[in-house]
């Protein structure tokens, strides 16, 4: 049960980053920084696409996925057409993978130790927070800077 939860909740918060990626009124206002805003919308998407990609991805599911963190803030002027594509590359990861991870699963040690000795379920649930939280700040990142909305 805790799988389907985690999956759906998954899904829904990957929805709205595409709602929100799609909602910017172009391209070019996705990477605008301003004074104390280090991190563009678009950054912080690519961001949070290489975090799930990798740990529920590549670390969990054994996908080839391969992840370049200091691209996701490196990269510029990626169109939201093309975000938007990662995004639902995202999405069909998690609704066509995400249920090879068992309830038991939930139990073991992730794979990956970088908060502590936990649970594959900690992490999940961490991840999602994650999610959520940027997923705030590319919300408001787009309310404050994208002027020809």
Known sequence: MQIQILKQLYSFELENLLNEI???SNSENLWIIDKNIKNSGGNLCLHLVGN????????????NYVRNRDDE???????KQELAEMVKATQALIANE???ITEADLQKT???DF????TTG?????????LSYHLGQINY???LLDTNA
């Open 110 to 112: 992730f794979p990956f």
């Open 141 to 143: 990142h787009r309310r």
């Open 73 to 79: 803030f490196d990269s510029k002027n990626i169109s």
């Open 52 to 63: 799930i990609n990798h740990f529920i991805g590549s670390v969990m599911l054994k996908t």
């Open 122 to 130: 900690f992490y999940l649930t961490r991840f999602l927070c994650h």
């Open 22 to 24: 799609n909602a910017y």
């Open 98 to 100: 995400f249920d090879k």
């Open 115 to 118: 908060m502590g000795v936990n």
